[in-house]
């Protein structure tokens, strides 16, 4: 099993930066595609970014595209997605996942293998 931790978020006024992480456990990183999914109160998790197992690769949700950046250090085993020129609109708890298949814009949860925990974040007006 991977066992997945996010860290990062926070309270922000919009027009801030965040970067968010997640930390994969055990030696199988290298050979998942990570994504970032939100979910806002009241709403469906959504999908944000994903990249590829060697992070050649990613793609974005248009709300994110332009303002998100996803990358991985393997050797860290670790994924991030910088957040800036933030709005009151990305507040959301923010999923860290990975999957053996790949993840796209239309990928669901029922597409993915792991989870984190979830990491809130939370920008003011």
């Known amino acids: 099993q991977v066992q997945l931790v996010e860290s990062g978020g926070g309270l922000v006024q919009a027009g801030d930066s965040l970067r968010l992480s997640c930390a994969a456990s055990g030696r199988t990183f290298s050979s998942k595609h990570m994504g970032w999914f939100r979910q806002a109160p009241g709403k469906e998790r959504e999908f944000v970014a994903a990249?590829?197992?060697?992070?050649?690769?990613?793609d974005y949700a248009d709300s994110a595209r332009g303002r998100f950046t996803i990358s991985r250090d393997n050797a860290k085993n670790t994924v991030y997605l910088q957040m800036n020129s933030l709005k009151p609109e990305d507040t959301a708890v923010y999923y860290c996942a990975a999957s053996t298949g790949m993840i796209y814009r239309w990928s669901s949860r029922y597409d993915i293998d792991y989870w984190g925990q979830g990491t809130q974040v939370t920008v003011s007006s």
């Open positions: 990249i590829t197992r060697t992070g050649g690769s990613a």
